[in-house]
């Protein structure tokens, strides 16, 4: 459907899990259309098979809301798993299990445990930002983007700092799909990078820390401590390497393209950037509304228990159920002028991005501290960030991201 008029086609023909509307920056028109005429909306077929779209606010709330009808078994997305290597992960598990094992790693990015983490983030994105080339253009993702997630994954892992891209790598191969420019070829690449050479690096420090005389607080040494969770490794292997990639994933994907959405959106809104720059303290509400209008996960699927009824459709047991962030955090009827970025709103933490109900992200504080203190030491040093040319955007319809985005730094 890209480069189509969303009115010029009927309605029955839409099908918004299309990647290249992702890549090409134009699914807005068509989200726009079904929150007006269709909200509740099923495409018959796609490369995904057939699926509801939901994408207005109120509507994904309720399905989010409602895990007793839609499940979230046996994954988040759109797409089907991978016959041979499914990996089950706690985010796609319903209760008890769901709850059980997120307490387990929940304690990692607790308040009390983020406190103590904001003087390393601090120290480490100066020391990234003091390192940028003045007065050439260099690629803001790789160079603060990136490092900056990856550098706080290696910590919340306790995983060697010197071997830290390799977690960014993995990241992006679980969620990658063969395409122009992919990482993967194939399926069958991603599974055997994720098997044969993701899951033997956790094993070994799982194996390293679960006989640990003291207690450690890093993402593995408590997986592998907990009674829910410490024969995971050994009985469950793909649970654990979906458990890792889910942890993987979480921690790189949201802060890393809304750190690189924060550029973006603030040199295309000239008017927020100078307001920002005119009161620091703005910083606060400008962080949560960047992850708004980023969205970082376009959407997360569920699956239909049973026959149901919603807004008069009528949704069959075994039905995916889309729920499409993306179109949620731009509906005006939930969200004044929702197409509008504007940094100093009233409410900026009403959005979708981080879900809602007992899957909300549980690191939904970490990603807004993480961007919070990088924007406090960009004011400190710069000017402004200047955006040089249009971003490469990701080949995805599930992490809404960017390869690439050109910038020059401006020093104070």
Same mark, same amino acid.
């Given at each position: 459907?890209?480069?189509?008029?969303?009115?010029?086609?009927?309605?029955?023909?839409?099908?918004?899990? /299309?990647?290249?509307?992702?890549?090409?920056?134009?699914?807005? =028109?068509?989200?726009?259309? &079904?929150?007006?005429?269709?909200?509740?909306?099923?495409?018959?077929?796609?490369? +995904?098979?057939?699926?509801?779209?939901?994408?207005?606010?109120?509507?994904?709330?309720?399905?989010?809301?409602?895990?007793?009808?839609?499940?979230?078994? $046996?994954?988040?997305?759109?797409?089907?798993?991978?016959?041979?290597? !499914?990996?089950?992960?706690?985010?796609?598990?319903?209760?008890?299990?769901?709850?059980?094992?997120?307490?387990?790693? /929940?304690?990692?990015?607790?308040?009390?445990?983020?406190?103590?983490?904001?003087?390393?983030?601090?120290?480490?994105?100066?020391?990234?930002?003091?390192?940028?080339?003045?007065?050439?253009?260099?690629?803001?993702?790789?160079?603060?983007?990136?490092?900056?997630?990856?550098?706080?994954?290696?910590?919340?892992?306790?995983?060697?700092?010197?071997?830290?891209?390799?977690?960014?790598?993995?990241?992006?191969?679980?969620?990658?799909?063969?395409?122009?420019?992919?990482?993967?070829?194939? +399926?069958?690449?991603?599974?055997?990078? &994720?098997? /044969?050479?993701?899951?033997?690096?956790? &094993?070994?420090?799982?194996?390293?820390?679960?006989?640990?005389?003291?207690?450690?607080?890093?993402?593995?040494?408590?997986?592998?401590?907990?009674?829910?969770?410490?024969?995971?490794?050994?009985?469950?292997?793909?649970?654990?390497?979906?458990?890792?990639?889910?942890?993987?994933?979480?921690?790189?994907?949201?802060?890393?393209?809304?750190?690189?959405?924060?550029?973006?959106?603030?040199?295309?809104?000239?008017?927020?950037?100078?307001?920002?720059?005119?009161?620091?303290?703005?910083? !606060?509400?400008?962080?949560?509304?960047?992850?708004?209008? /980023?969205?970082?996960?376009?959407?997360?699927?569920?699956?239909?228990?049973?026959? +149901?009824?919603?807004? =008069?459709?009528?949704?069959?047991? =075994?039905? !995916?159920?889309?729920?499409?962030?993306?179109?949620?955090?731009?509906?005006?009827?939930?969200?004044?002028?929702?197409?509008?970025?504007?940094?100093?709103?009233?409410?900026?933490?009403?959005?979708?991005?981080?879900? +809602?109900?007992?899957?909300?992200?549980?690191?939904?504080?970490?990603?807004?501290?993480?961007?919070?203190?990088?924007?406090?030491?960009?004011?400190?040093?710069? !000017?402004?960030?200047?955006?040089?040319?249009? $971003?490469?955007?990701?080949?995805?319809?599930?992490?809404?991201?960017?390869?690439?985005?050109?910038?020059?730094?401006?020093?104070?």
């Amino acid at each position: 459907m890209m480069g189509i008029d969303p009115y010029d086609i009927p309605l029955e023909d839409y099908d918004v899990s /299309q990647r290249d509307l992702y890549r090409s920056n134009t699914s807005w =028109g068509f989200f726009e259309r &079904l929150r007006k005429e269709d909200p509740v909306h099923y495409c018959k077929d796609s490369e +995904f098979g057939p699926y509801w779209s939901i994408t207005k606010f109120d509507d994904i709330s309720a399905i989010d809301g409602n895990h007793e009808i839609f499940s979230s078994e $046996p994954v988040i997305s759109i797409a089907d798993p991978i016959q041979d290597f !499914k990996t089950p992960m706690f985010i796609a598990m319903d209760e008890p299990s769901h709850g059980n094992q997120r307490r387990t790693v /929940q304690s990692a990015v607790a308040p009390r445990n983020l406190a103590n983490m904001e003087d390393l983030i601090r120290e480490r994105a100066g020391a990234i930002l003091d390192s940028l080339p003045v007065g050439e253009t260099f690629d803001w993702v790789e160079k603060v983007s990136i490092e900056l997630t990856t550098l706080m994954l290696a910590t919340l892992f306790d995983f060697p700092l010197e071997e830290r891209s390799k977690l960014t790598y993995w990241s992006d191969v679980a969620t990658a799909v063969p395409g122009p420019d992919s990482i993967i070829s194939s +399926f069958a690449e991603r599974s055997r990078i &994720l098997s /044969q050479e993701c899951a033997p690096a956790f &094993l070994k420090l799982w194996k390293e820390r679960e006989g640990d005389d003291e207690p450690r607080f890093d993402l593995i040494s408590m997986l592998a401590r907990s009674e829910e969770t410490k024969d995971m490794a050994t009985e469950r292997p793909m649970e654990f390497i979906g458990n890792l990639i889910l942890l993987i994933v979480g921690g790189n994907d949201t802060t890393r393209n809304s750190i690189t959405g924060s550029v973006l959106f603030l040199n295309e809104n000239p008017k927020e950037y100078e307001k920002l720059t005119a009161n620091p303290e703005l910083i !606060k509400t400008m962080v949560p509304e960047v992850i708004r209008y /980023q969205t970082p996960l376009a959407h997360m699927r569920r699956t239909a228990k049973e026959d +149901f009824t919603f807004r =008069g459709k009528n949704i069959k047991k =075994g039905d !995916k159920v889309v729920m499409w962030y993306i179109s949620g955090n731009r509906d005006s009827d939930a969200i004044e002028e929702a197409h509008r970025f504007i940094i100093d709103r009233d409410k900026p933490r009403h959005h979708l991005s981080f879900g +809602f109900g007992i899957h909300r992200c549980m690191g939904n504080r970490l990603a807004e501290m993480q961007l919070r203190v990088l924007w406090e030491e960009i004011l400190k040093r710069f !000017k402004k960030v200047e955006v040089m040319g249009e $971003p490469e955007r990701t080949y995805s319809n599930l992490i809404k991201g960017y390869a690439t985005l050109p910038v020059r730094v401006h020093p104070i």
